[in-house]
């Protein structure tokens, strides 16, 4: 009897768990198209983290964990996070003369930089400074080349 009963659950979990993991993952995609419509439509690209987070109802820490995560997943793109603005940098739309004076990066390119402590492969804008969202250590941008 308890054959049948190890069987019968058994069978209960592991037919269960494709559609648990469907619905984990809609939810994350409505999560992802509803951070993605709020910042496609901030017209001059910054975005304050605060407010954000007030938009999506989740804390500070909260937002900017998913936040990167998403980043560094790929679900999310063309922004970044610079904690010393505290603020999500689109890149899409920096270099407008209506941001210059939040002091956001020129339109400089981005550059692949490999971090020097975990070796883990980046992408950053020339001539900036940024972390290694998996380390923390401090990452300077090449130069941007000439042409």
């Not at 709020?38 to 109802?57: N, T």
């Not at 560094?72 to 270099?95: E, F, H, P, W």
């Amino acid at each position: 009897m308890w054959m049948y009963r190890t069987a019968f659950l058994f069978l209960a979990v592991i037919s269960t768990f494709p559609s648990v993991m469907f619905w984990i993952k809609f939810v994350q995609c409505m999560v992802i198209v509803r951070l993605n419509s709020l910042l496609e439509k901030d017209q001059d690209g910054f975005v304050p983290i605060a407010d954000l987070a007030k938009a999506m109802g989740k804390s500070v820490p909260g937002m900017i964990k998913k936040l990167n995560n998403y980043i560094r997943k790929g679900y999310i793109i063309n922004c970044n996070y610079s904690m010393s603005q505290k603020a999500v940098l689109l890149s899409d739309k920096t270099g407008k003369p209506e941001t210059q004076f939040r002091g956001m990066p020129e339109n400089l390119p981005f550059v692949g930089v490999s971090c020097p402590s975990c070796a883990a492969s980046l992408k950053i804008r020339a001539n900036t400074q940024g972390t290694c969202p998996f380390c923390g250590v401090l990452l300077q941008g090449p130069p941007a080349k000439q042409d």
